[in-house]
């Protein structure tokens, strides 16, 4: 999801340089038919109207069919030509219901420099790496005067986006279930240990200054359970006993608003 994230921002800034008039609507649910479908970019011109669905593979892929391979492991991965086939079906299929007439172009961007597509074909919707400023560009230079037709489908477009997708799970966890403990922020290992005033990986050798770990381990708890009263000892057992209650109490005292008093004492 951050990978995808990145991808997006990543685009955004390209897409920022375009000129003249155009309509950019991102993150579309929409529904239609009684299925949903997501759109990353939808960029409004005069001449078409262009679905961009923003990928941030990293390394050597290649395809097979309708299979898309990572060339070192051979692992799988979704084919985003595939759904993007489906959205701009269902996309088509919305506008005859609007009874709107636009052309429509989709493409795969995908942004990442460090993405190579062997064998790549040339007669599906992919735009690589190395021709994303020219698609930028080609998009530039076409001439973009709207009208009310594209204002209008720009609006109806916003209307229908869907705030909630339906498909969309979270799994079900309680606090007992959880594995406590100081887990490292960049690979997630719970094999660390506290060295002096660091809190340093067991796996990967990442360090970091015991009050930042303190506080993103707070901030962790109070996303996952915002019910439970932020309170030294509750700090204290979901970091599993990493650092000394003192500590704990120090940054609780240092960074958040003291509530109550004596034994009852919580933050916020």
């Known amino acids: ?19 003249e008039e155009r309509y950019i609507i991102d993150d579309l649910l929409l529904q239609v038919n009684n299925s949903y479908f997501q759109l990353d970019k939808v960029i409004i011109s005069k001449d078409a109207v262009y679905l961009n669905d923003v990928k941030y593979h990293e390394g050597d892929y ?3 069919g309708e299979k898309l391979l990572s060339v070192n492991s051979g692992r799988e991965q979704k ?5 993007l086939k489906r959205s701009e079906t269902l996309f088509r299929q919305l506008l005859q219901n609007l009874n709107m007439d636009h052309l429509v172009r989709a493409s795969a961007v995908f942004v990442n420099p460090e993405f190579t597509l062997y064998q790549a074909p040339i007669d599906q919707p992919i735009i690589l790496p190395t021709q994303v400023k020219r698609f930028i560009k080609e998009l530039n230079n076409t001439p973009s005067a709207l009208d009310k037709s594209h204002q209008k489908l720009a609006q109806t477009l ?6 909630k997708n339906p498909y969309s799970t979270f799994p079900n966890y309680k606090y007992e279930q959880l594995e406590k403990g100081m887990h490292c922020r960049e690979c997630g290992s719970l094999n660390t240990e506290v060295d002096h005033y660091d809190l340093v990986c067991g796996k990967c050798g990442t360090h970091e200054r015991i009050e930042k770990a303190i506080l993103r381990h707070i901030e962790e708890i109070k996303v996952l359970f915002p019910e439970i009263k932020i309170t030294t000892q509750n700090i204290y057992d979901w970091c599993n006993g990493k650092v000394s209650k003192r500590t704990f109490l120090r940054v609780l005292k ?9 034994k009852d ?4």
């Open 265 to 268: 004492v919580y933050f916020e």
């Open 158 to 163: 916003l209307s229908m986006h869907q705030t």
């Open 254 to 262: 240092k960074n958040y608003k003291t509530v109550g008093k004596t």
């Open 79 to 83: 084919n985003p030509v595939i759904q």
């Open 1 to 19: 999801m951050e990978k995808g994230y990145t991808g997006e921002l990543i685009f955004d800034r390209m897409t920022e340089s375009l000129s």
């Open 62 to 64: 290649y395809i097979d």
